[in-house]
């Protein structure tokens, strides 16, 4: 069975930075892009970031650029996201997500994606 599963949520201070990770088992994402969905209560899922197969290209939320960093590790079958200077609307559950298909360029709709984690809170206090 597929799964991702996230890890690294918890409480910041806002000004601070916050790594997620996000582990695959069961099978290998090697080709497919990945990545960082976040929702808070009450709204709409909302892309953050993601990052091509090869891992050569990335993009990012507006929200997020110039603060945001995901990458991946096809060794170890995992995806990060790093997020520096956080602020309290960062607040929201991070969802790690890997496309349908193989070798596909990388988009940022969630339509795109076909396997998704359950979900890590993360809280920045102002």
């Known amino acids: 069975q597929v799964q991702l599963v996230e890890s690294g949520g918890g409480l910041v201070q806002a000004g601070g930075s916050l790594r997620l990770s996000c582990a695959a088992s069961g099978r290998t994402f090697d080709h497919h892009f990945m990545g960082w969905f976040r929702q808070e209560p009450g709204k709409e899922r909302e892309f953050v970031a993601v990052i091509s197969w090869s891992g050569a290209r990335t993009t990012y939320a507006n929200s997020v650029k110039g603060r945001a960093t995901i990458s991946r590790d096809k060794f170890k079958n995992t995806v990060d996201l790093q997020i520096n200077s956080v602020k309290p609307e960062d607040t929201a559950v991070y969802y790690c997500?890997?496309?349908?298909?193989?070798?596909?360029?990388?988009?940022?709709?969630?339509?795109?994606?076909?396997?998704w984690g359950q979900g890590t809170q993360v809280f920045v206090s102002s």
């Open positions: 997500a890997a496309s349908r298909s193989p070798f596909a360029p990388e988009e940022t709709g969630s339509e795109s994606f076909g396997s």
